[in-house]
């Protein structure tokens, strides 16, 4: 396998500076703020305070206005009513398969660099392109991105239009430890949504609030991350809480006014 590791631009929000295949990546800036920005983390807060609260509870927790209702479902990987994510400090792997198109490969790597700039330092994503077209299952802090034929695609999500994941978590049902997510490989890799998922985020109501990725549903596609929904990451990942935090701790800790 190859790792690709990722750099983040001091001037713009993502900047992949690709040199045979190796991104370097500024953990350091990002702790510095490798943006231009006045915030501690380099991440631009342009969002209202209601915005970002009901956006953080439904990604968070899977409830408020903005959360998901589709089918019942407000789409968090687990039943946990607490914050889900990997713990502090975790070095992340996304496995990408050798059989993805150079587009894909470029789009995932730019998603994985939004995210570092948004966790600040929190946590870091490296991406990694598969030596092989079947990833083997992940381990411990990896999250993989599969392409599957039709029968592969309904035989794991009971679907061959759409994507999913199976993710893993510690006892507590809380804290990821690793994540299967799987494409249809003629579409590719269309959406980031799973990913999405494999870091701990709900979904959100596309009817409500159509901003990111984590609102697709229902038939809506959004391939990327929104501002809003980074901004949410990163005040959430920035906060000095830690994995497990309820929503009364969110509230306590003055991220949901």
Same mark, same amino acid.
């Given at each position: 396998?190859?790792?690709?590791?990722?750099?983040? /631009?001091?001037?713009?929000?993502?900047?992949?500076?690709?040199?045979?295949?190796?991104?370097?990546?500024?953990?350091?800036?990002?702790?510095?703020?490798?943006?231009?920005?006045? $915030?501690?983390?380099?991440?631009?807060?342009?969002?209202?305070?209601?915005?970002? /609260?009901?956006?953080?509870?439904?990604?968070?927790?899977?409830?408020?206005?903005? !959360?998901?209702?589709?089918? $019942?479902?407000?789409?968090?990987?687990?039943?946990?009513?607490?914050?889900? +994510?990997?713990? !502090?400090?975790?070095?992340?792997?996304?496995?990408?398969? !050798?059989?993805?198109?150079?587009?894909?490969?470029?789009?995932?790597?730019?998603?994985?660099?939004?995210?570092?700039? !948004?966790? +600040?330092?929190?946590?870091?994503?490296?991406?990694?392109?598969?030596?092989?077209?079947?990833?083997?299952? +992940?381990?411990?802090?990896?999250?993989?991105?599969?392409?599957?034929?039709?029968?592969?695609?309904?035989?794991?999500?009971?679907?061959?239009?759409?994507?999913?994941?199976?993710?893993?978590?510690?006892?507590?049902?809380?804290?990821?430890?690793?994540?299967?997510?799987?494409?249809?490989?003629?579409?590719?890799?269309?959406?980031?949504?799973?990913?999405?998922?494999?870091?701990?985020?709900?979904?959100?109501?596309?009817?409500?609030?159509?901003?990111?990725?984590?609102?697709?549903?229902?038939?809506?596609?959004?391939?990327?991350?929104?501002?809003?929904?980074?901004?949410?990451?990163?005040?959430?990942?920035?906060?000095?809480?830690?994995?497990? +935090?309820?929503?009364?701790?969110?509230?306590?800790?003055?991220?949901?006014?």
């Amino acid at each position: 396998m190859r790792k690709i590791i990722i750099k983040a /631009s001091p001037l713009k929000f993502i900047s992949l500076i690709k040199s045979s295949f190796i991104y370097p990546f500024c953990s350091l800036f990002l702790l510095l703020g490798c943006l231009d920005s006045g $915030g501690p983390s380099g991440h631009v807060d342009t969002i209202s305070l209601e915005t970002k /609260s009901n956006h953080i509870k439904a990604l968070f927790f899977g409830t408020g206005p903005y !959360a998901s209702v589709l089918s $019942g479902d407000n789409g968090c990987p687990s039943s946990s009513s607490r914050w889900q +994510a990997f713990p !502090a400090g975790s070095a992340v792997e996304v496995i990408i398969p !050798a059989n993805v198109s150079s587009e894909d490969e470029v789009f995932v790597l730019e998603e994985v660099n939004k995210l570092n700039v !948004a966790f +600040a330092g929190y946590m870091t994503i490296n991406v990694v392109v598969s030596s092989h077209t079947k990833i083997p299952k +992940a381990t411990t802090n990896q999250l993989t991105i599969n392409l599957l034929n039709t029968a592969e695609m309904k035989k794991i999500c009971s679907s061959s239009g759409g994507g999913c994941i199976k993710t893993k978590f510690k006892g507590n049902n809380y804290e990821l430890i690793k994540g299967d997510s799987y494409y249809p490989i003629n579409l590719g890799i269309f959406d980031i949504h799973e990913i999405g998922h494999g870091i701990g985020l709900c979904h959100v109501d596309s009817e409500v609030f159509p901003e990111g990725t984590m609102a697709s549903s229902g038939g809506v596609d959004i391939r990327s991350f929104s501002d809003s929904e980074l901004d949410a990451i990163n005040t959430v990942f920035t906060s000095g809480l830690v994995v497990g +935090a309820t929503e009364q701790d969110f509230w306590d800790a003055g991220l949901l006014p």
